[in-house]
Structures are given as structure tokens and as C-alpha cells.
């Protein structure tokens, strides 16, 4: 078997990096030959020709053959719609000239692609849902309820549902939702596979041998509580929340000390944190590779990551959960993310915060720490995540087994119905 995995970002991205790459590299295990298709911002310009060879070479030696074509941003809607039709071109042509037999897109745009090339081709299509694209931007704000951008997404929506003859999601309220609780295909017969965002073990192991105390003494943390965020901030993100959280921490315990580690430029959660004064030896905010978050979570000692609550993040699975509980970190979370509730109370690896308050907060504060305090919790978070996020066992193992039933011809046979959320 020969899929081709449609990607719509650029290769050096952290999520390319973390997540799409080593799922590649698990499906590749099994014998299946990958191809990667991605699109690269300033195509000609941020790749030379060397590294383009070093980066293809190194690919190579994984089992996967690398594509890309440019990617273009502006104006928004018209270079989509550009990009979709170069990409379904390509797609189309590589899948005829080397035997592509599956198309493997990663969210809309990347499905959209993979509906039309499989039009042209004859090959079949996983559809790998990585949330509810319309109603994120909707739940964003950044598109009305019921405009035509909406409208006109969720009709391809609905189309590419249609054709498409596997589906991966995130999480089981995204299962539940879409294929109507079904345990493992849709209405149709066709295979579903719940697979949330995972983590290479690898990654946390490599820094199990370094020394806490050092680390902490190299950022200037020693005799004080470390409480952690990392990933983007604005957007869904509730960066204002974090902040105050972050202050009544501190408030509560000046000995707290707050990092963020973040892509997103400081001073969107830097100026919060001064207004409510925390000074610069109360916080470290910092850009990090993904390679290096590993080592920063060994040094802290608890996590938090607050997601604005919205339909469309029941479909979410946000990495920083399995990294922070492969590191062993509890977690504060807010309510109504994905799977999180049911994880986060069964497995007893952190604390639900159901509003915002200080009461809430602080309340959320103590029972974290009292939850530290009795002991046990690194061990119950790194057991948490092993079952629940391990690349291997959990994230490579479910993709392997997609492809298998997709090629053991379980897919129901057309005429197909659509399906979509709401």
C-alpha cells in the first residue's frame, strides 16, 4: 500500500515536527510506503537547495518521500482556493503516476484537496478530522454564525464527508457527535478511529536523566514552586484567564514562580502579568524548540492550560496535555475540552476548573497541591499518559490499523451519505 499524507503547513512546523512526522514514521513501520505533500510559506526563498536535499535525504532514511508545493497567504480566500487547486493537481498526478493508493488529508483544506484528486485518480481517501474547522472560526470570532464563508465551508464539508472512506478524530465526544456514538465505523460501514494528539516517549525519557535540581538551578528557580503553560496564547487560548490564575498563585504563595513557554510573541501575556504584578524574577516567558520543552517541564511542578469553552473544542485533543503528563505534571484545566473532564477525574491527575472566580482558582490551587502533596502523582500522570497518548502503542498502533481495515476493504460501498457536526 502507497498513501500519500496531504499536509497543509510547512515542514519546520513544531506541529509538522511533533505530530505529523512521527505518526508518518509509525505507519511507514508497517511496511506502507509514505509520501508527504506540504506547503512551504516563501517556498523558494526559506529552502535552499542544500537544505531542501539534507531535509529530503533525512526523510528518505524514514521511509518517507517528501513533496511540497507554495504556500500562499494573502488575499485569505483566493490563495485557499489557489493552493486547493494546485494541490489537487499534483495530488492527482502523483497518485497516477506512482500508484498512490490512499490519500491521507489533514484537516479541511488538506481534505478538500484529497476529495477532488481522489475524483481524478480513483484512489481512496482518509479523512484525519483534526477538530470542527467551520465552527472554530466561528468560536474564534472570526467568522459569523451563518455567513457565507461558514456556509460555504461547511457545503464542502458535507462533500467531502461524502467521499470520503476513513476517518480519523481527535476525541470521543467528536466520535459521538459525528458518527452517532458508533463505537468504530460511521453509519455506512466505514472505519473511524479516535486518535488523540500523542507524544513520542522518546522525547521525555531523554531528559528523565538529567538532574531536576540542575535544571532548576540553571533557570533560577531553586526553592521555589514552578507552575507551567506551554503553547500559543490568544485565540481560543484565554491568555487574560492564565494571567489572573497565574496572580492569584502568586498571591496566594509568592514563592510561585510562573513560565510560559510560548511561539506567540511575550507581550501578549507579559504586560497582563506586570499589571497585576508579577515582576521579572516572578516569571520566565520563552520561545523553545519542541526538542527543549522536555527539560523546561522536568523543572516545574504543576500545569495549566485554559481553553476558551466552545462547541467546536469538544473535538480537541491539545498536545501540552499528553506532554505535560508524560513529564508527570498535574493539570488545571477548565471544563469542557474534548475528552479532558472524563480523563482528568479518572485518572485522578489533576483538578477540573469549572469557572474562573478566584474562589474557583484558588480552590483549584489547593487541590493541586494537597493531590502533590500525598505523593504518587508523578507516577499516576506518566501511567495516564502511556495508556492514554503513547506514540507507539496508542497513536501508531490506531493508524496501523486504520490502514488495515481500509485495505481489508471494510469501507461501505457508495452511494455515501453526509455527515457533519451540527
Not at 512526522?21 to 508497517?30: M, T, W
Amino acid at each position: 500500500m502507497h498513501t500519500l499524507y496531504i499536509c497543509y503547513f510547512g515542514l519546520r512546523e513544531p506541529l509538522v515536527q511533533t505530530q505529523v512526522l512521527p505518526y508518518l514514521r509509525e505507519i511507514a513501520r508497517d511496511g506502507i510506503e509514505v509520501s508527504l505533500l506540504t506547503y512551504e510559506p516563501e517556498r523558494r526563498r526559506a529552502w535552499p537547495r542544500q537544505e531542501r536535499a539534507d531535509w529530503s535525504e533525512r526523510l528518505a532514511r524514514d521511509g518517507i518521500h517528501w513533496f511540497s508545493l507554495a504556500y500562499h497567504k494573502r488575499p485569505s480566500l483566493p490563495a485557499t482556493l489557489f493552493d486547493i487547486l494546485t494541490g489537487t493537481l499534483f495530488a492527482a498526478r502523483l497518485s497516477r503516476g506512482e500508484s498512490i493508493d490512499v490519500l491521507h488529508a489533514r484537516g479541511h483544506v488538506a481534505a478538500a484537496i484529497g476529495a477532488l484528486a481522489k475524483r481524478l485518480s480513483g484512489t481512496r481517501l482518509i479523512f484525519d478530522i483534526r477538530g470542527f474547522m467551520p465552527e472554530e472560526y466561528v468560536d474564534a470570532s472570526l467568522w459569523p454564525e451563518g455567513g457565507l464563508l461558514y456556509r460555504w465551508t461547511k457545503a464542502a464539508e458535507r462533500r467531502i464527508m461524502a467521499a470520503a472512506d476513513a476517518f480519523v478524530v481527535l476525541t470521543d465526544r467528536a466520535r459521538q457527535i459525528l458518527f452517532a456514538g458508533r463505537p468504530d465505523t460511521d453509519s455506512e460501514g466505514r472505519p473511524v478511529e479516535v486518535i488523540p494528539c500523542c507524544v513520542d516517549f522518546s522525547r521525555f525519557q531523554a531528559a528523565e536523566s538529567l538532574s531536576r535540581a540542575e535544571l532548576r538551578e540553571q533557570l533560577g528557580v531553586k526553592g521555589r514552586r514552578v507552575l507551567v503553560y506551554v503553547g500559543a496564547l490568544g485565540g481560543w487560548y484565554l491568555t487574560a484567564q492564565m494571567a489572573d490564575f497565574m496572580a492569584f498563585a502568586h498571591q496566594r504563595d509568592p514563592s510561585i514562580f510562573c513560565m510560559i513557554l510560548t511561539q506567540s510573541p511575550p507581550e501578549m501575556i507579559g504586560n497582563h502579568l506586570r499589571a497585576l504584578g508579577l515582576g521579572e524574577g516572578d516569571c520566565l516567558i520563552r520561545k523553545v524548540s519542541p526538542q527543549e520543552i522536555p527539560r523546561y517541564l522536568k523543572a516545574a511542578d504543576l500545569a495549566i492550560s485554559f481553553i476558551k469553552p466552545c462547541y467546536s473544542k469538544l473535538s480537541s485533543s491539545p498536545t501540552k496535555i499528553a506532554e505535560y503528563l508524560a513529564s508527570g505534571l498535574p493539570v488545571i484545566t477548565n471544563a469542557h475540552i474534548g475528552d479532558l473532564d472524563q480523563l482528568i477525574e479518572n485518572d485522578r491527575v489533576g483538578v477540573i476548573l469549572e469557572d474562573f472566580t478566584p474562589d474557583s482558582c484558588l480552590a483549584a490551587l489547593a487541590a493541586a497541591e494537597s493531590m502533590i502533596e500525598r505523593g504518587g502523582i508523578a507516577e499516576r500522570c506518566r501511567a495516564s499518559a502511556y495508556a492514554r497518548f503513547d506514540l507507539v502503542k496508542v497513536g501508531g498502533f490506531r493508524y496501523r490499523r486504520l490502514y488495515h481495515r481500509l485495505q481489508e476493504g471494510e469501507a461501505a460501498a457508495r452511494p455515501r451519505s453526509s455527515a457533519a457536526p451540527r
